[in-house]
């Protein structure tokens, strides 16, 4: 029995794990939170609500002691690096972290289309404005080395280009 809890607490907490079990309740739960996120209307309210937590003194001191306990104590910190160093090696994590690097420069797509976009950039051979030869997983960034080219007022996939060509603007010769 967990400690600090009434009992209407542990009793709910009981149910939602039960609940959670379901995967009926699951997919409903997930097409719920899919909804609300792309509602323009949630996401502005959510982003104002983080806003505003961020900005709380409180809020950010407590955020700061927990950060200071979990780097401070050198085994924790060698474990937190050693997990971080595993994962980013394995396909799952490559994988998540284009997908939030793509969503952070303001990528818009599904699921689906994310899969479509990400076989096509590990796949691709030849920068579609140039024909020069990509190259993928160099730790910094070279002329060569594969970029995602999206439209930044909309948001949507354009094409695979050379990260020259898509600093460049260069493929606009090529498409426009």
Same mark, same amino acid.
């Given at each position: 029995? $967990?400690?600090?809890?009434?009992? =209407?607490?542990?009793?709910?907490?009981?149910?939602?794990?039960?609940? @959670?079990?379901?995967?009926?309740? *699951?997919?409903?739960?997930? &097409?719920? +939170?899919?909804? /609300?996120? $792309? %509602?323009?209307?949630? =996401? $502005?309210?959510?982003?104002?609500?983080?806003?505003? *937590?961020?900005? #709380?003194?409180?809020?950010?001191?407590?955020? *700061?002691?927990? %950060? /200071?306990?979990?780097? &401070? +104590?050198? &085994?924790?910190?060698?474990?937190?690096? &050693?997990?971080?160093?595993?994962?980013?090696?394995?396909?799952?994590?490559?994988?998540?972290?284009?997908?939030?690097?793509?969503?952070?420069?303001?990528?818009?797509?599904?699921? $689906?289309?994310?899969? =479509?976009?990400?076989?096509?950039?590990?796949?691709?051979?030849? @920068?579609?404005? @140039?024909?020069?030869?990509?190259?993928?997983?160099? *730790?910094?960034?070279?002329?060569?080395?594969?970029?995602? +080219? !999206?439209? !930044?007022?909309?948001?949507?996939? =354009? !094409?695979?280009?050379? !990260?020259? @060509? #898509?600093? #460049?603007?260069?493929?606009?010769?090529?498409?426009?």
């Amino acid at each position: 029995m $967990e400690t600090g809890l009434t009992a =209407r607490q542990i009793y709910m907490k009981e149910y939602y794990r039960k609940k @959670c079990e379901n995967p009926e309740f *699951r997919e409903k739960r997930r &097409e719920y +939170d899919k909804k /609300r996120w $792309e %509602d323009p209307v949630s =996401r $502005e309210k959510k982003k104002e609500c983080n806003r505003k *937590r961020r900005e #709380n003194p409180e809020v950010r001191e407590k955020q *700061r002691e927990y %950060d /200071r306990k979990r780097y &401070e +104590d050198p &085994e924790k910190k060698k474990k937190l690096i &050693e997990y971080r160093k595993e994962y980013l090696q394995t396909l799952n994590g490559k994988k998540s972290t284009t997908k939030s690097n793509w969503k952070q420069s303001g990528m818009l797509f599904t699921d $689906e289309d994310f899969e =479509r976009i990400y076989n096509l950039y590990l796949t691709q051979k030849f @920068c579609n404005a @140039c024909d020069i030869k990509l190259t993928r997983g160099e *730790r910094y960034t070279t002329p060569t080395k594969a970029c995602m +080219d !999206h439209n !930044h007022e909309t948001g949507l996939f =354009r !094409h695979i280009i050379c !990260h020259s @060509c #898509n600093t #460049n603007d260069r493929w606009m010769k090529y498409f426009c």
